[in-house]
């Protein structure tokens, strides 16, 4: 479980549980008011920050497999030369960096597009968007560019196949950009402890789902997989099985999706998890790590965790 985006997003959702849990926070004073209106904000920047953070590491490990740039489809090549520069001008408009900063960002986005003829140099701005904040067609728009078939009903049955409900994704990433923009620009603003308290596990179902569609279709990409390039809905949710992690008195259970009998029991979590993961690899699976309330603690697919 090798992802620092993963670790801090996952982190950030317990400082989050922790801090909504407080009587300050749930107060029904100006102070509650207040704190909740903050928190919203944060939470979404979490998700946003997680999403910008994954898409790196995710151009790291495609430029660092066999592809070329004229093995992408034409949707892709398109991403990353007309709408990376796009996505560099509007992030350029609202930049605060010194001029040393601004010269090796240049640089950077220079050597990508001057790769266009040669081995894959992409930049993880191809797959980010040109607004401030992250909006639900953004985040469409990044897992459609990933071949993710129908994004919406792909993040709501992977969610439910690991004991998570999402019944409209789209709905849930609406209301939270909603909220998140009315906390940020109406100070009178009143967030409920209802809505509040269901933010955790709402960020989290929809940065999991989408990280899982983008380790699976990103690992394609570096291996210059034909049918993946070829097929603009080659990612849908009967690609990929799971295997579990799954904590229970005393031990560590390893169970694959669909069983109830552990293939294998380790006292050590961590030596469970790498036992899992060793088994996954090659076989179109993710591990998910859950507690003995079932409740997730991590996730990676073993190709690129």
Known sequence: ????????FLTGIEALRTSIDTPLVSGGDTVGSFLRRGLTIVAYNLLEAFMVERLEETATHVNAGIGHFSDLPERLKKAATQDLLKVANAQLQWSTDDLSSLVSYTRELGEC??????????????????????????????????????????????AGRIGVSMPDARATMVALSR???????????????????????????????????????????????????????????????????QQRSGTWAEVVEGRTRAVRLTSDQNAAIRAALGAAYGKSQLVVVQDGARRILDWAYPEFS
């Open 1 to 8: 479980m090798t992802s620092k985006a993963r670790e801090s």
């Open 113 to 158: 597009l001057a790769a266009s003829s040669g081995a894959l140099r992409l930049s993880p701005l191809m797959w980010q968007w040109s607004g401030s904040n992250m909006s639900a067609d953004d985040y469409h728009k990044t897992l459609r560019l990933f071949h993710v078939k129908d994004p919406w009903d792909t993040i709501k049955h992977l």
């Open 179 to 245: 909220e998140r923009n009315n906390c940020a620009h109406r100070s009178s603003y009143s967030v409920s402890n209802l809505f509040i308290r269901a933010i955790p596990n709402q960020i989290l179902t929809l940065g999991l789902g989408a990280d899982m569609s983008v380790s699976v279709a990103a690992h394609q990409i570096r291996q210059a997989d034909p049918q993946f390039h070829n097929d603009e809905k080659w990612f849908h949710p009967g690609r990929i099985t799971f295997r579990f992690v």
